[in-house]
């Protein structure tokens, strides 16, 4: 799909284009992590808990947190930018609250976007609820 395609689409089509990209991620197939919801401004990336994803106290290694903390960042700000623009990661912080060792999910909300910096706040939170991880994230835009 071209920029011009994707300028014209509505932004229900805009959130389905983006949900076959996210598929699309051989890591997160790996990971087994998955694009749960999009919003304006927002993503949650849901991941299940796998042991073979554990560190040395059988706890998800801060990798794997991180990675979707930064995922959840990332996509939130692609629902708010341009159609085609690219994205890279330019600085992440994470703080690590409590050890995760059971399905979780990372919400990103974008707090600001520019013309070539965005920044999402995000939080990784246990399916009921309680914060596992808290972290912002600085993102380049790209056309």
């Given at each position: ?17 983006l ?26 990336v ?14 998800l ?15 939130a700000?692609?629902t708010l930018?341009?159609?085609g ?58 056309d």
């Amino acid at each position: 799909m071209d920029f011009f395609e994707l300028i014209i689409m509505k932004q229900d089509n805009i959130y389905d284009y983006l949900y076959k990209k996210a598929e699309a991620i051989p890591v997160w197939q790996h990971l087994g992590a998955r694009l749960s919801k999009l919003s304006k401004g927002a993503a949650q990336v849901e991941l299940p808990y796998n042991t073979k994803l554990g560190n040395s106290m059988q706890a998800l290694q801060g990798g794997i947190t991180t990675a979707i903390a930064d995922a959840a960042g990332g996509w939130a700000l692609l629902t708010l930018a341009k159609p085609g623009i690219k994205i890279s990661t330019v600085e992440l912080k994470i703080n690590f609250l409590l050890p995760i060792r059971e399905d979780v999910v990372a919400e990103g909300k974008v707090e600001r976007l520019g013309s070539a910096i965005g920044t999402s706040s995000i939080k990784v939170k246990f399916m009921d609820g309680r914060t596992a991880a808290v972290g912002i994230g600085t993102y380049y835009l790209k056309d």
